[in-house]
């Protein structure tokens, strides 16, 4: 992709449709404002303005603990078009997590909705640092000036950070290019959805999340499109109402959220006849979510395998060449491996790892060398899941090549769900591992050693599942609780969780 060698990214992304007359067209819908190109190119300069006026500098960081509002996009840009870097991590997130990527990022302000309060205030008695909540934010811009020069900078140059968990240690800072959302927007965006200005976008999948980053944001603002906001957890009855109130063209779930979608629809039909294609990412669609969808909607739902690394999906079904049951063919620009433990390729047909390479990837991991030299490999990307090819060329995902869960789209570490769980008095060791529901998706599952013989009752059960839903983001809980005698191990004492999973 060409890019000027000295540009600022908000630039093509917000400040160019100015120039080509779509000032008065809708660039964010809610359901309390709209918001034109004309006024967010206005709120983003008042925003990086603010920013600066806050005394960040050029490279400084932001954290924005943002709901999915219009105040993201001024915050996000506002900061990329000053030379900031915004960070927007998952905001269903817990105190210590938020209070260990203040300290790793070096974050000079952290923004937040006075919704995450409740995590973020005392995250920020224990790792203090500059804040706000976006309201007082808001509040600040309005006193800002409207004109802001954009930072030149290089494709190359960190743009912005998004945080990745892994099966053990802390999350890890992706640190991506200016290039990166102009990659991403144009190979899959444009070229595979086919998105273009006249298309209205819904994502139920959230901004902070990458998926939803591109869905939501990247991709209506590289087409001058329009991307519709709510600000509430996605459930069936709110998508829908935001699908029959909006009418978008093009919706994106994940597959947990559309299993739940499907059960609504046979207690009544809702108008989905505004939308051209629906997408699912974040963990395998199931044929059988695919083929019940189709038969009630009349749509398709086409599965892409993405990561935050990668900032977007990779490997995607279109609507001119999908298989259900897999994750498609490589998204053009990509370029795909599945290799051995001895990093060579595998036979045709059968499995191994994934590696991938695209100019989208991030750079680098934030203050993670090693971590950095084991998943960025020679301008490759080990993705940590197993896949395979068919005889037709379509991927198929077999599982995660080590022991991190997908729920509902988003990480669940097994390590932390454990540590929680041995928090409670009664328990001497735990492991999880996923487990399929009704609907073929992951769940956390517990297998639970107590310190006392004998086994836990239903009130033990309940009390061990509160604890999880209270400490830690409340998706992570354990929806099954087995309690067994012994875990499997290593002789160097690791949990063999494959053996419980079988
Ligand atoms: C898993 C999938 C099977 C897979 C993401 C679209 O999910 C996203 O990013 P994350 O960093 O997770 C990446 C990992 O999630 N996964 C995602 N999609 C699929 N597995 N089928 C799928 N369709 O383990 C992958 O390595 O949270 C998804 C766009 C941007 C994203 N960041």
């Known amino acids: ?68 509002c219009p105040a993201f996009f001024f915050l996000f840009w506002g900061a990329i078009k000053a030379g900031i870097v915004p960070i927007p991590p998952n905001t269903l997130l817990r105190m210590p997590d938020y209070a260990y990527m203040f300290e790793d990022s070096g974050c000079k302000l952290v923004v937040y909705s006075s919704e995450f309060a409740s995590e973020i205030e005392p995250a920020l008695a224990q790792a203090p640092v500059e804040a706000l909540t976006v309201d007082a934010f808001l509040g600040e811009m309005a006193k800002a000036s409207a004109a802001l020069e954009a930072r030149l900078a290089a494709p190359e140059d960190d743009c912005f950070w998004l945080y990745s968990s892994g099966s053990t240690g802390r999350p890890k800072g992706a640190v991506h290019r200016q290039r990166d959302m102009v990659v991403s927007s144009e190979l899959y965006g444009v070229r595979v959805l086919g998105v273009t200005e006249s298309d209205v976008s819904f994502s139920a999948a959230k901004l902070f999340f990458a998926y939803g980053l591109g869905n939501g944001m990247t991709f209506p603002l590289w087409t001058g499109s329009t991307a519709i906001l709510d600000d509430r957890r996605p459930t069936p009855d709110s998508t829908f109402e935001m699908i029959e109130r909006f009418g978008p063209t093009l919706y994106y779930g994940v597959p947990a959220l559309y299993a739940a979608q499907l059960a609504a629809l046979e207690k009544g039909g809702r108008d989905l006849s505004s939308v051209r294609a629906c997408v699912s990412a974040g963990e395998a ?92 490999v020679d301008g490759w990307l080990n993705t940590g899941d197993t896949y395979r090819q068919d005889d037709e060329g379509y991927l198929i995902y077999d599982g995660r090549s080590d022991d991190m869960l997908k729920v509902g789209g988003i990480w669940c570490s097994p390590v932390e769900i454990e540590s929680c769980l041995i928090g409670h008095g009664a328990v001497l060791e735990a492991a999880i591992v996923g487990h399929a529901d009704e609907h073929g998706l992951t769940k956390p599952k517990a297998f639970v050693v107590l310190k006392h013989d004998g086994t836990g009752d239903p009130a033990l059960t309940e009390e061990l599942m509160t604890l999880c839903r209270t400490s830690l983001a409340p998706y992570k809980y354990p929806r099954w609780v087995e309690y067994v005698t012994e875990l499997p191990k290593t002789a160097t004492g690791k949990i063999q969780r494959f053996k419980l999973r079988a």
Not at 4 to 10: G, H
Not at 37 to 44: F, N
Not at 305 to 313: N, P, R, V
Not at 330 to 345: F, H, M, Q, S
């Open 1 to 68: 992709m060409r890019l000027s060698s000295r540009f600022n990214v908000a630039v093509p992304f917000v400040d160019r449709h100015l120039a080509e007359g779509r000032g008065a067209k809708l660039a964010i819908r809610t359901t309390s404002e709209d918001v034109t190109y004309a006024e967010l190119v206005e709120r983003v300069n008042r925003a990086g303005n603010t920013l600066l006026a806050k005394g960040l500098v050029p490279g400084d960081r932001l954290l924005m603990v943002v709901k999915d």
């Open 285 to 376: 669609l199931p044929a059988e979510i695919f083929r019940r969808w189709k038969e009630r909607t009349g749509t398709i739902i086409l599965d892409g395998i993405g990561s935050t690394e990668a900032l977007h999906i990779f490997i995607a079904n279109r609507l001119d060449d999908y298989k259900p049951g897999t994750s498609g063919r490589p998204v053009p620009g990509y370029d795909v491996r599945i290799l051995d433990e001895t990093g060579k390729a595998v036979p045709p047909g059968a499995s191994g790892r994934l590696w991938i390479r695209g100019e989208s990837a991030a750079k680098y991991y934030w203050n993670k060398p090693e971590r950095t030299a084991e998943t960025m």
